[in-house]
């Protein structure tokens, strides 16, 4: 009876116990932690960069009934309200209570937000992060601006997704608001007057000299150009003259070395990785975050060039610019040649500014860095992302981006976990149960 009592008024307490402290956590008003991998229960950090620029407030309206559940567009919405500092604000509407309002909104169907900053408005079908944040970039910077992507020369594909192409690119393009086109030079003969940028993604062959001297023509008159070239090896140049290269290089002072980027530094040393970045709007917000760059090559930059270029992203020490690249391609040594390779910290990417004519360039020596592969990889995208919005003017939108979502593949369990799963429920912890029970009886009924 002793013990039985005892037991009781353990129960009691731990209950007791249970209550208060629940009590209390629910009455505080810390903020709950998120705990999850991803943060999935909160705001992305590009998420709160987009509501801190808001500049006049939003009002979302969501038109659910009530057949349609509203528990994560209630919670997403919440968190938005709670990080804008007063700039965003949310109601659920039923449609099928209030069909007028839904039909003056230009809603048809269910689950769909209504987003309205001033004038604009723009319409979500589905409650997503992704799709709300991306909404509220348009909102901020209203109006279409198109970007080119050159084709013609076995450049990233902007349209069939693989890991190699550069459809993630196009669609956080898209994301904030640009119309994204392709340009074939060597058929039009001309560029459109409506380009706030052309994109050079990875050209597999040299663009020729009369595209180059379009090209040129086109920057001259205020145009803006992101080009992004490989090493030659991984390339079908070989020995072809690279016409713009040389206008890069005669016009801007930016030089493509005829080199791989080796880093002794990074897990796969032919993954550069980015080791400081220059003062310059591009990269102001990326300064604590890691970008890299597989297979790239180094920039070599004339400080006395009419317009000095700036230096965008420089590796470490222990990198060096390749030269022999039959060691690259065989199964030799690669090692620091210091007559013949170049000593590292080395520019990766570079970017210039004519200030009279409002013209733009940036370079990178490498464009698998912004493939679908490595897009959504620490800076990566964000860097590509920022180049095109200074290139093309859109200052305000720099480290506006809408955050990618994270997908998760659940791998069922071998035979052999589930074999060892069975054995611990069924034999082992069962046993140790057992066992303790039989020994506390025999200890008892020694001292009994």
Do not use: C
Not at 162 to 181: D, G, I, P, R
Not at 411 to 439: C, E, K, R, W, Y
């Amino acid at each position: 009876a002793r013990y039985g009592s005892n037991a009781i008024i353990m129960l009691i307490a731990s209950i007791g116990i249970l209550v208060v402290v629940n009590l209390i956590v629910f009455q505080s008003p810390v903020t709950p932690l998120d705990l999850t991998e991803d943060k999935s229960n909160s705001l992305a950090p590009e998420t709160i960069e987009v509501l801190r620029s808001l500049t006049s407030p939003v009002q979302a309206t969501a038109f659910f009934t009530s057949q349609y559940p509203t528990d994560t567009a209630s919670k997403l919405l919440e968190n938005y309200k709670a990080n804008a500092n007063g700039k965003f604000d949310y109601t659920f509407v039923d449609p099928d209570q209030n069909p007028v309002l839904a039909q003056q909104a230009g809603i048809s169907g269910d689950g769909k937000i209504y987003l309205q900053m001033g004038e604009a408005h723009e319409i979500i079908s589905y409650a997503s992060e992704q799709d709300i944040t991306a909404a509220l970039i348009r909102l901020i910077n209203p109006g279409q601006r198109v970007i080119y992507f050159l084709t013609g020369h076995g450049e990233r594909d902007i349209e069939q997704s693989a890991e190699e192409a550069y459809t993630q690119v196009k669609s956080a393009l898209e994301a904030k608001n640009y119309t994204v086109q392709t340009l074939n030079l060597i058929a039009d003969h001309k560029i459109p007057e409506d380009a706030k940028a052309i994109i050079i993604a990875g050209p597999l062959k040299p663009i020729t000299a009369d595209e180059a001297t379009l090209l040129g023509d086109y920057v001259t008159r205020g145009g803006a150009l992101v080009v992004m070239e490989d090493p030659i090896p991984t390339t079908q140049f070989g020995d072809s003259p690279d016409p713009l290269a040389d206008y890069l290089s005669t016009k801007w002072g930016i030089a493509l070395d005829n080199d791989v980027v080796i880093d002794t530094s990074s897990n796969q040393p032919l993954y550069a990785v980015a080791d400081s970045y220059g003062n310059h709007p591009i990269t102001e917000k990326l300064q604590r975050l890691v970008s890299f760059f597989p297979a790239a090559r180094s920039l070599a930059l004339d400080s006395q060039a009419a317009i000095p270029p700036v230096p965008l992203i420089t590796t470490t020490q222990a990198s060096w610019g390749e030269t022999d690249f039959s060691t690259l391609q065989g199964s030799g040594q690669v090692g620091y040649d210091a007559n013949v390779d170049m000593p590292g910290p080395l520019v990766l990417a570079a970017s210039a500014e004519d200030t009279t004519s409002i013209s733009r360039i940036v370079v990178f020596g490498d464009s698998d860095f912004a493939s679908d592969k490595f897009f959504s990889q620490y800076a990566n995208g964000d860097m590509l992302i920022n180049a095109v919005d200074w290139a093309a003017g859109q200052e305000k939108q720099l480290n506006l981006t809408s955050p990618q979502p994270i997908t998760r593949t659940l791998n069922p369990p071998s035979s052999l976990t589930l074999g060892l799963i069975a054995l611990m429920f069924v034999i082992v912890l069962p046993g140790l149960v057992i066992g303790g029970g039989i020994t506390s009886w025999l200890v008892r009924r020694s001292k009994g």
